[in-house]
DNA sequence: ACGTCGATGTATCGCACCGATACATCGACG
DNA sequence: CGTCGATGTATCGGTGCGATACATCGACGT
């Protein structure tokens, strides 16, 4: 099952939403978006856009010869790749979801950077499921830590302490971003305009399990 | 090539050192030493396990029954893996290393997890080349960031933002470490009690070696 | 004029590893 | 006595990485 790693294709899409891209170009877009770390490599760039071809949510035209404006950038034979309608809605439907699915280590950062494309409320609620996911960790591994601090070496302690400093710092970030979007919402702004076309009322596809409703555990 | 993920065996021989374990066990420990999340599939572990007593660096002994001292722990039908000399052999020529191999993002964990079985002289190399890597890093991205600053997102921003500040909290962290094991090697102290029959005193002293000259290729 | 070097560009192949799953026994709890 | 969770070994499909191949182009030196 494991949908055929939507993130993947959730990052393609939502690049190639701003502006139609080829390979070599869109690649670096996403390392740059992601971070420059976590690169995303051409054995699975390719294969996806070829996969999202075949399902006509997006649209390749190879480009000969580009006639250049300032005498430049002529090269060839490449390929460029837009969204096709069906993308974008499929895009929405994607950006729309806030289950766990879009905030899991994985997926988490892919949403993230594509927040733009988000709407304040779906924003909330996979900051703050982010947040409910890392305090859990975050209590899982001090219980954890408690149980058998003893019999650990002084250089295995010191690294489970480091972990947890970096999770830590990551709830306070979290908790930053709640904040000003919490306030976004009390004053709200005409941030961006959508696609109009797309009106599909979202069906939350997220997961049906009643009790994943956020809870604000402490 | 790929060196067979070097880093999985490293990890196994490494906590095999300490006692014989069996895979279920073993992978319990890894997951615990390795901080709780970052954790190690069967999938992975016992095909390692398989190839690693292929090449006689462990031996696996199938324990039918435990005859229970205190009535219980009698489980049955466990294999229970140990170390063979020549694996204890590996497994210092591996934690002898300190190249690039060491101090990238996917092996760095495990070796600071075993420097406890790694001389003062290597942890420390291991230290700074991981400090300098990440201060590497810290500049690709920022001189990165000063080139594109303007054509982002804000949420990427954000995003490139937070991930700036965990590098630069990892170099922190190791400066931390660096100072304190500079002052160790200062005032050198019979430091940790060892599982008590490895042999932390090297047999044969001038032994340098040669088929496994650390090196480590740049 | 020639070489070659790095960036741009598309594409594939091996394989390591994860996630899921299957199967089996055991202790504990109601 | 039934079932549930922990213990235990093992495999399998699929995803994505790393390496590589191939090709063109501009720029640079000599």
């Not at 399902?55 to 837009?82: C, F, M, N, W």
């Not at 409910?132 to 954890?144: D, G, I, P």
């Not at 959508?194 to 939350?204: F, M």
């Amino acid at each position: 099952m494991r949908a055929r790693s939507e993130v993947l294709e959730t990052a393609i899409l939502g690049i190639l939403a701003d502006s139609p891209l080829h390979g070599y170009e869109l690649r670096k877009r996403l390392n740059m978006v992601l971070g420059s770390f976590r690169a995303l490599s051409y054995g699975s760039l390719y294969p996806a856009l070829r996969s999202l071809e075949q399902r006509t949510l997006i649209a390749g035209t190879e480009t000969k010869d580009a006639p250049p404006q300032h005498a430049l950038s002529g090269r060839r034979s490449r390929i460029v790749y837009e969204l096709t309608a069906h993308g974008k809605e499929h895009l929405q439907g994607l950006l729309s979801s806030s289950g766990p699915a879009a905030w899991e280590d994985e997926s988490f950062d892919v949403r993230f950077a594509l927040f733009g494309k988000t709407d304040a409320e779906t924003r909330l609620r996979i900051l703050e499921g982010r947040r409910t996911r890392l305090a859990e960790r975050l209590e899982m591994v001090r219980e954890s830590a408690n149980r058998t601090r003893e019999r650990l070496d002084e250089y295995t302690l010191e690294l489970q302490r480091h972990g947890l400093e970096q999770v830590e710092h990551e709830v306070a970030w979290l908790d930053e971003l709640i904040d000003t979007e919490r306030g976004r919402a009390r004053a709200p702004r005409s941030e961006a305009r959508r696609a109009p076309g797309s009106t599909t009322q979202n069906e939350a596809e997220g997961d049906p399990r009643p009790g994943t409703t956020i809870k604000e555990r402490g």
